[in-house]
């Protein structure tokens, strides 16, 4: 799964490098090839692999891949989805994966003050989460969670659009920002989206589908 | 416009100028541990240890300004990004002789974020440290945290450096650091653009008869788009902004630093300046110390910082005060 989400991420690295640029220093593109880098070192096993231990690792690594607040605020997120997730799990069940991804979401809460709204990875991160609790709720299954996690963060991304930037650099550029997805959210999309598409290539069977 | 810089590719970048920056001055300056830049002689035991973290790309801010008397420890980023925060957490432990450290954050989000994480992790093992964030560009607003930290980080490095040094508590050396940070305004103003040495891509765009102020470190928009004026006209511009701004009196000590953004020549620093100890001998305020160079850039920006700061006796002392680093020496 992280392996689809990176190969997403290097095939829209320029597209998320020209959205940075509106309002940052360009560079968002290869901050996320970093990124995703430490994530696939981190889940790089053909072992069935201890889903916490694997994530606190990535999210450890993630942090030290230098990224600047990608980095941090992505860092914090693994490292809290793995803090947050159940001891000796090798797969989750969907009501697991909303606990943790849960986690994820109140460890970067801690780190910033970003909130829906502010045009940032809050407003593709947050969509996306709380459609896995509403599927784990409805007794879905995991591929059906993360589909429709994947299109709630794309909505979410998606709507940056029509936001003016309050949080980083790019609040400083105000009603420049409009019209201009937000690198941040553009990426935590793909990588919703990369988790879904893995998950859809087991084809019914998610429990094979390696992370 | 291709890029033309003499680099050997963007992946390497980082390592190969931290590798020739501490092959250049072996007598001060080392790499340690996870290539953070350390003094090559460590400071005393029993002293505070002073450590700062930032994006690469900037030299030579701001590991450039590691040595006796000022930093004992840079943790320096990729390019215009922020470390993460276990090689700060590592910086710190390094830097740590006994009497706790002083980490010196420059207000960019990423910055913050790093440091906010690092501080959680060094208060977990028990660390004694202390954070202070600068935040002087008047050009965020009047919201302090909304103002970026710009060139004012020298002082505030110099002086906390020089406290700690003597052998300050940490605490006296966190209230000297906020005491001066408290005092500095700084306004950068940029006429062309940098290249990112690694996406090779232009930060911002500006027109050719065009100047903005407030742009900020990294090309991050500022708010005064203009037709480029002349060196003097600049000068007071900012000037007028930067004492308003500090609300500063007739008869009081300033510090003034004019710091090139890597493309404008010495000659307009010198230009500018001039016009600035013009216009405030004019008003009566003295201009107690003075400093004219580079010390943190963006590329080939053209541009210039201009810092004021409010000195007391105290802080003058410390500011003259022996140090011995790559790019700062007062001896």
Not at chain 1, 134 to 145: E, H, I, K, L, R
Not at chain 1, 149 to 167: L, N
């Amino acid at each position: 799964m992280m392996q689809a989400a990176a190969r997403l991420i290097r095939e829209q690295q320029g597209r998320l490098s020209q959205l940075d640029s509106v309002a940052g220093d360009g560079d968002h593109g290869s901050t996320m090839m970093r990124i995703m880098r430490s994530l696939e070192a981190a889940f790089n096993s053909d072992m069935p692999i201890e889903l916490r231990k694997c994530f606190c690792d990535a999210g450890w690594k993630v942090m030290n891949s230098d990224g600047g607040a990608s980095s941090s605020l992505l860092g914090a997120f693994f490292l809290g989805l793995g803090e947050g997730a159940r001891e000796q799990a090798w797969w989750w069940d969907c009501t697991e994966l909303a606990d943790a991804f849960e986690a994820g979401l109140r460890a970067i809460q801690a780190q910033t003050r970003a909130k829906i709204g502010d045009k940032t990875l809050m407003d593709a991160l947050a969509p996306a989460i709380e459609a896995l609790r509403t599927a784990a709720n409805a007794g879905q299954s995991v591929d059906d969670a993360l589909h429709t996690a994947a299109e709630a963060a794309q909505v979410g991304a998606k709507t940056t659009e029509t936001m003016i930037a309050h949080y980083g650099r790019a609040r400083l550029l105000g009603e420049k920002t409009l019209g201009h997805q937000d690198a941040g959210a553009a990426s935590v999309a793909l990588m919703f989206q990369g988790f879904s598409q893995a998950i859809a290539e087991t084809k019914g069977n998610a429990a094979h589908a390696r992370w | 416009m291709a890029m033309k810089k003499f680099i050997n590719g963007p992946e390497n970048l980082v390592s190969e100028l931290l590798e020739g920056f501490a092959l250049s001055h072996p007598h001060k300056i080392r790499l340690v541990g996870n290539n953070l830049v350390a003094r090559a002689k460590p400071k005393a035991a029993g002293k505070v240890g002073v450590v700062t973290l930032g994006g690469s790309g900037h030299e030579p801010g701001l590991s450039g300004f590691v040595g006796q008397g000022m930093l004992d420890v840079s943790v320096p980023g990729e390019i215009f990004a922020a470390p993460g925060a276990p090689r700060c957490l590592e910086a710190i432990r390094l830097a740590d002789r006994g009497a706790g450290v002083l980490f010196v954050v420059l207000n960019h989000s990423g910055d913050v974020l790093s440091a906010n994480m690092t501080m959680t992790l060094a208060q977990r093992e028990g660390l004694n440290v202390r954070k202070i964030v600068t935040h002087e560009d008047i050009a965020g607003g009047s919201n302090p945290e909304d103002r970026r930290g710009l060139v004012g980080f020298l002082p505030v490095y110099k002086v906390a450096g020089a406290a700690a040094e003597r052998g300050d508590s940490l605490e006296e050396c966190l209230k000297i650091a906020e005491g001066m940070e408290r005092n500095t305004r700084t306004l950068a103003v940029a006429v062309t653009t940098a290249t990112h040495p690694a996406t090779a891509q232009p930060i911002f765009t500006l027109g050719d008869d065009e100047m903005e102020i407030g742009m900020g470190q990294h090309g991050e928009a500022g708010t005064g788009r203009m037709k480029l004026k002349t060196a003097d006209e600049t000068a007071e511009l900012m000037l007028e902004m930067l004492l308003k701004d500090l609300d500063v009196r007739a008869g009081e000590d300033l510090l003034v630093i004019v710091n090139g953004a890597g493309a404008t020549t010495l000659m307009e620093l010198f230009i500018v300046f001039r016009r600035v100890h013009q216009v405030l001998s004019h008003k009566g305020i003295r201009l107690a110390r003075g400093k004219v160079g580079e010390f943190i850039t963006t590329q080939e920006q053209g541009g210039f910082q201009m810092m004021i700061a409010r000195m007391d006796p105290e802080l003058i002392r410390l500011w003259d005060a022996p140090c011995d680093t790559p790019y700062f020496v007062i001896c």
